[in-house]
């Protein structure tokens, strides 16, 4: 669990390490919002893409020689990401992280799973997701613990390279381990990983669609805004390079507590959908306070941060209860998958309606348009939240409004 929560930590860091140095990139390197925004676009193209046949290879050639692969296409990626030096080879390391950060991760959920199925692994999957978000929040605080770094857009990718070397260095443990742990035949089989299975999507249920499109709705409007929330913070707030990493830090820190927090709660009242009734309302405001509410950007974002939770407490566990456990690989890989196309097309959008409006500190208002843009995306998961609540609570509803232990 420990190797694997390493790997996860690099993994996190890598993907955010880019956020800090977008105003380097765009004074230095002639980067626009529109082509930083594209930074995160391929990172998510790459990962629709390879949800097509990662669960296969994962279940074809073992966790193993998975975690070793693709936590080595990571590492690589992040040194071709630092050495980059223009928007095409910059673009195509990100989208190299994409193409091995998702397996990774469905790999090292099935490594978890084979360790520790039919025991903790609820408990393992919380702890392995709690380290996993230390790196977002490492790499929120990275310009103040490693301020010798950031004096250009080049230095502080060399250290999240390093850093993400994690990637690798934990698929080499993690494989001498469990091949010691093959010769002893200590380890259960792990469950089916995700694949995807195209004839079978027509049998989901309603509710289903309804997690998915809250999901979706939810990704995109937290990760584009996290790559975003640097240079805004800065630009728009007038806050230094440090006080935006810490405020952006505050939406990781919270995630990471809140998500066992609100996990044990909804285990005890088993509220699943009214639960995410209430995570749509505390996001559809905080775009809007961020840019025209006199009050400190702490609040908006610790609201943000408690409903972003609500994702990984509530709605990847719901779908277990109303989805055959014979076809969860293909739901939970559906899931992924659209969630990730919602993100790429955010982060462009986003990066879009900045340049559009001339988004910078001598026009902070042309924020105002992007923000409005997330606002809609709270509004949309307020409508599918209500669709999925209503739902559960007809004749046709699958248990999520009611408790499970």
């Known amino acids: 669990m420990i190797i694997a929560s390493f790997a996860m930590f690099g993994n996190y860091y890598l993907y955010d390490s880019v956020a800090y140095v977008a105003l380097e990139l765009k004074s230095s390197l002639g980067f626009t919002d529109e082509q ?50 223009s928007i095409l080879s910059m673009l195509i390391s990100r989208f190299v992280l994409g193409f ?4 990774l991760i469905v790999a090292l959920t099935v490594a978890v799973a084979k360790w520790f199925k039919g025991k903790e692994l609820g408990f393992a999957l919380g702890i392995n997701l709690f380290i996993a978000r230390l790196g977002t929040y490492a790499v929120d605080l990275s310009n103040v613990w490693a301020e010798p770094f950031y004096t250009g857009w080049q230095k502080p990718l060399i250290l999240a390279a390093v850093i993400g070397s994690l990637c690798m ?17 200590v380890l259960q089989k792990a469950g ?34 996290r790559g975003f929330a640097p ?30 927090l609100i996990g044990l709660l909804i285990d005890k009242t088993g509220r699943r959908a009214s639960m995410m009734f209430i995570g749509a309302i505390l996001i559809m405001p905080v775009y809007l306070m961020m840019i025209y509410v006199d009050i400190s950007l702490f609040v908006p974002v610790t609201m943000l941060g408690i409903a972003f ?83 559960e609570k007809g004749p046709r509803a699958h248990g999520l409004e009611k408790p499970t232990i």
């Not at 800065?234 to 830090?249: I, Y």
């Not at 509530?314 to 993100?343: C, F, H, K």
Request: overall charge neutral; glycine content about 8%.
């Open 36 to 85: 930083y925004g594209l930074l995160y676009s391929m990172y998510s193209i790459a990962a629709i893409g390879v949800l097509f046949f990662s669960g296969m290879f994962i279940d074809k050639f073992g966790t193993r020689l998975s975690i070793l692969l693709f936590g080595a296409i990571c590492t690589i990626s992040g040194f071709y990401t630092a050495y980059s030096n």
């Open 309 to 391: 939770s609500l994702i990984p407490a509530v709605m990847w566990p719901s779908v277990a209860y109303i989805v055959d456990e014979r076809r969860l690989g293909t739901a939970y890989a559906l899931m992924t998958l659209i969630q990730q196309a919602g993100v790429a097309f955010f982060a462009w959008l986003i990066g879009w309606a900045n340049e559009h409006e001339n988004a910078s500190a001598a026009n902070p208002g042309g924020y105002n348009l992007g923000m409005w843009l997330f606002s809609i995306l709270g509004i949309l998961g307020f409508i599918f939240a209500y669709r999925l609540y209503k739902h």
């Open 192 to 225: 089916e990983t995700d694949k995807l299975e195209l004839r079978s999507l027509v049998k989901f249920t309603p509710s289903f669609w309804y997690i998915v499109l809250l999901c979706m709705t939810f990704y995109s409007a937290v990760f584009p805004f």
């Open 231 to 260: 240079k805004f913070y800065v630009e728009a707030h007038g806050l230094s390079d440090q006080l935006a990493g810490q405020l952006n830090s505050i939406l990781a820190l919270t995630a990471m507590f809140a998500t066992p």
């Open 169 to 185: 260095l934990a698929g080499i443990a993690y494989y001498i381990l469990e091949w010691n742990a093959d010769k002893k035949n």
């Open 100 to 103: 091995g950060a998702e397996p």
